[in-house]
């Protein structure tokens, strides 16, 4: 089963769209870029000779042949387009990954090839809502406190809400949000529901 969210996107030409198994021909022809995923803070630029990166959390690139993956159950999948200079991006962010600073990371790798980041379309994907995500009250220091609602004395942290302050404070402005909870829907996979193993397949690429 697979769902699509290109719509988010202003554009005829970006697709996105998410699977919750193995779809080969989904991509339409295009090379397939993927990562090693290890919620770390890195991110790279990629073409035709690095399609799969070790220890990377966040992959771009401005060749149009060539098709970026992520893989969820939970985290943040995080969209980026731009029409003109032309880039595609795609970064897996958790709680780790944002506190390493891979959104700044990601900002490093997209003004090497944009000047103006205010152009910039983000999108992030279906993942974890606050009120599903309980964390440890040492979230307190890593966060700022807008971002942690207490209830019964439990601590829920806002992920996304992180990562769209993160965002907004690099001058990345034009966020949207599929508002889809991973934990509350089960057509799509969650690690805090089901404990599994099995992840989200999306996928950003130029028809």
């Not at 719509?7 to 699977?19: A, D, E, G, L, R």
């Not at 990562?35 to 991110?43: A, D, E, I």
């Not at 995500?133 to 806002?158: G, P, R, T």
Request: charge should be positive; glycine fraction near 4%.
């Amino acid at each position: 089963m697979f769902f699509e969210f290109s719509k988010k996107v202003k554009s005829k030409k970006v697709k996105i769209i998410f699977s919750n198994e193995q779809i080969d021909n989904i991509k339409n022809g295009k090379l397939e870029a993927s990562m090693q995923q290890t919620h770390s803070k890195n991110v790279k630029m990629v073409d035709k000779k690095n399609l799969f990166n070790e220890n990377t959390d966040g992959i771009f690139t401005i060749n149009k042949d060539i098709c970026l993956k992520v893989k969820t159950a939970d985290c943040l999948p995080i969209f980026f387009y731009n029409e003109s200079p032309f880039i595609l991006g795609v970064v897996h962010a958790g709680w780790k990954g944002l506190k390493r600073g891979i959104i700044e990371n990601a900002y490093k790798v997209i003004k090497m090839s944009i000047k103006d980041a205010a152009s910039i379309q983000v999108l992030i994907g279906p993942s974890i809502s606050q009120k599903n995500y309980e964390v440890q009250d040492k979230f307190i220091d890593y966060f700022e406190n807008k971002f942690i609602a207490s209830k019964n004395d439990k601590f829920f942290l806002d992920l996304k809400a992180v990562a769209k302050s993160q965002l907004m404070d690099l001058g990345i402005t034009n966020v949207s949000d599929t508002a889809i909870c991973t934990f509350e829907n089960e057509y799509y996979h969650s690690y805090r529901r089901d404990k599994t193993s099995k992840r989200l397949r999306g996928w950003i690429y130029y028809e």
